[in-house]
């Protein structure tokens, strides 16, 4: 194995498995079919990874970096400025994050590839899900929970505010974990950009009916 062919191949035996993963599960994945689509030799898996859990693990933690990079510059200027925010500001800020959920989410093809893993976990948790919990959901969570906090003027820590959190996110989620339904209730075969508005003007809708109008635009 070429040392110039490291990160190349160690990164396309991670793609590869994301997909696996997804499709088949951590137990229906086959690391010699992993390996295959990837381009690689199957002892590529235990020298970069270690272990097949080791693989595992590390998709996870691609998931995280990629949803870190897209989408948590947004979470961390909401955050960080969060106490200072008056309530219309939050409810700004809370718009914007919706929009780049669902861009991210529910627009994007690789949004689809993490969601199958990220659904899996939620059924059967393992390691991987520690992974995802403590670098995406657990703070993207608290950082939604400070901005409802500023809106309806209740501790975040609240069990209505951390309840109120996984509705908001639901409203979003379910039109990337429920897109075959969608498609067939909605006549459609996917998501083009005027349906993506489509959705995001409905959720737009629904979390002003609960959070209030503001002055989101």
Do not use: C
């Not at 993963?21 to 137990?27: A, L, Q, R, V």
């Not at 295959?36 to 998931?63: C, D, W």
């Not at 959920?101 to 659904?119: K, N, P, S």
Request: proline share 4%; aromatic share 8%; hydrophobic share 45%.
């Amino acid at each position: 194995m070429q040392v110039s062919d490291k990160g190349d191949a160690r990164q396309r035996l991670i793609d590869a498995a994301l997909r696996t993963f997804g499709e088949h599960g951590f137990g229906g994945a086959s690391t010699r079919a992993i390996a295959r689509q990837a381009g690689a030799n199957i002892a590529a898996i235990p020298y970069y990874f270690g272990s097949k859990e080791g693989l595992y693990r590390a998709v996870a933690t691609h998931i995280a970096d990629r949803i870190t990079g897209r989408i948590g510059p947004v979470f961390a200027a909401a955050s960080d400025r969060a106490g200072a925010l008056s309530p219309d500001e939050a409810r700004e800020a809370l718009m914007r994050i919706a929009d780049h959920f669902i861009a991210m989410m529910v627009g994007a093809d690789e949004g689809a590839l993490w969601a199958r893993i990220i659904v899996r976990e939620q059924f059967d948790p393992t390691e991987a899900f520690d992974i995802l919990y403590e670098r995406v959901m657990g703070p993207y969570y608290a950082a939604l929970g400070d901005l409802l906090a500023v809106i309806f003027r209740e501790p975040a820590e609240s069990d209505r505010v951390k309840l109120r959190v996984f509705a908001l996110i639901g409203q979003a989620l379910i039109f990337r974990i429920a897109g075959a339904a969608i498609d067939r209730r909605m006549g459609w075969d996917g998501y083009t950009p005027e349906r993506l508005d489509q959705v995001r003007a409905v959720v737009r809708e629904h979390l002003a009916a609960v959070i209030g109008e503001g002055s989101a635009p």
